[in-house]
């Protein structure tokens, strides 16, 4: 089979893209990557990366390096706003028979993404083109042909296989007709981002998680350009107000002192007003065409399960594909990447990230009293606990995903 008969053209140059690309290229696998941007994008996104997909990419020491550009989080706590009490707190240490990371690194989507770039760049099978858009996609039985935007034009590319990894708007998704079914929360996410230390000045760790019947918060340090880092806090906000109300310095600084009153203003160095989705693509396989991370699901960010679902369909993938094109194995086989990431998606990204913001945002005071005394509950009890982190870490639904077959797709 020759080069360009294996080729898998890849629209996205994300964590989800980069990854697949490089741990396709590592097994030979020629790879031609198009982003849209003119370089990796420096913006503050999702930063937790969970003990399962730290297991992932452990290999050429990845893992160690998200660890020391990032930072390690063994555990996180739930408060209660309205009476500053802390509820309860998890520690991964429980997960030490389970994982060979029992422990969160918080490290930022575009270190990740760099560290990827830094090894795909030593892969001469691999080509990352950026300020490259993919604007039309065809396929046939044996190869599939996009349309590229670049610097010099409109150019036509062909492999045998493409993987969209271009987010929740993928145009890859849009132009082969997969249905993005699920729904758009009526409330926006703020995203505030200070350096005044919580940790030092209120004893929070690095992941926390407020209840309250009027508005939640999630509170969590990155690393940033650190140390000594900063501290990212996510509210939701009234549809009914318009983004400048809501972004003003006031609004701005009254959102900050009702969670966490201080003397002082709070210096905001970053602000940010953002939809979120929840949905599913119907399919994440169509012919020779195949949907990882955004572009194949969506979810709000509590939890931070978004991200960590997205590189764990890169591996699965990239393992498939490379069986398909390498070892000739049936590629049915790439039926059951979709079987196994779609079930992932929607029995457990979907349903526990739709269940950590029912928990936090509860109004009622019996139902708020209920979750609490569950949280309680399970922190107290060691077994309660590791089966809760199970879920959280998502261990649990990659041993679901591994226990599914391809008799089942």
């Not at 969970?50 to 996180?76: E, K, N, Q």
């Not at 998680?209 to 009234?238: H, I, M, Q």
């Not at 990204?349 to 309680?376: F, H, P």
């Amino acid at each position: 089979m020759r080069a360009d008969d294996r080729r898998v053209l890849i629209a996205g140059g994300g964590p989800v893209g980069l990854l697949c690309a490089w741990l396709l290229g590592r097994r030979g696998v020629p790879v031609r990557l198009f982003d849209v941007n003119e370089s990796p994008q420096a913006d503050p996104r999702a930063a937790t990366t969970h003990p399962a997909t730290l297991d992932l990419l452990a290999d050429d020491g990845l893992a160690d390096d998200m660890a020391r550009v990032g930072l390690v989080s063994p555990i996180f706590q739930f408060w209660d706003r309205p009476s500053g009490e802390k509820i309860a707190e998890f520690d991964h240490a429980v997960l030490k028979d389970d994982t060979r990371h029992p422990f969160v690194v918080q490290c930022e989507q575009f270190k990740t993404a760099k560290l990827i770039l830094e090894r795909v760049r030593k892969l001469p099978n691999v080509e990352v083109l950026f300020s490259h858009e993919v604007i039309d996609v065809t396929q046939s039985g044996d190869a599939v042909s996009v349309d590229v935007r670049g610097p010099d034009g409109v150019k036509s590319h062909s492999g045998a296989y493409l993987i969209g990894a271009d987010g929740g708007r993928s145009i890859v998704r849009k132009q082969i007709d997969i249905a993005f079914d699920g729904f758009t929360w009526p409330e926006r996410f703020i995203v505030l981002t200070t350096p005044f230390d919580f940790e030092a000045s209120r004893g929070l760790c690095y992941r926390n998680y407020f209840a309250d019947p009027d508005e939640w918060c999630n509170c969590f340090k990155v690393s940033a350009d650190g140390p000594p880092g900063l501290w990212r806090t996510v509210y939701p906000a009234n549809p009914d107000l318009s983004e400048a109300e809501l972004m003003s310095d006031a609004a701005v600084q009254a959102r900050m002192q009702k969670f966490f009153p201080a003397s002082q203003p709070y210096e905001i160095v970053h602000r940010n007003l953002y939809v979120t989705h929840q949905r599913v693509a119907a399919t994440f396989r169509k012919g020779r065409v195949l949907l990882a991370g955004d572009s194949a699901h969506l979810n709000n960010p509590i939890g931070g399960m978004g991200l960590n679902g997205g590189i764990q369909d890169a591996a699965n993938l990239a393992e498939k594909l490379a069986a398909v094109l390498l070892d000739r194995v049936p590629n049915a086989l790439l039926d059951l990447y979709s079987l196994q990431r779609r079930t992932v998606a929607t029995e457990y990204v979907q349903e526990q990230s739709i269940a950590n913001k029912k928990r936090l945002e509860a109004r009622d005071a019996e139902t708020r009293k209920r979750n609490l005394d569950e949280l309680r509950a399970m922190a107290a009890d060691p077994a309660r606990a590791r089966r809760f982190l199970l879920g959280t870490s998502m261990i649990s639904s990659q041993r679901r995903v591994a226990a599914m077959t391809l008799a089942e797709a």
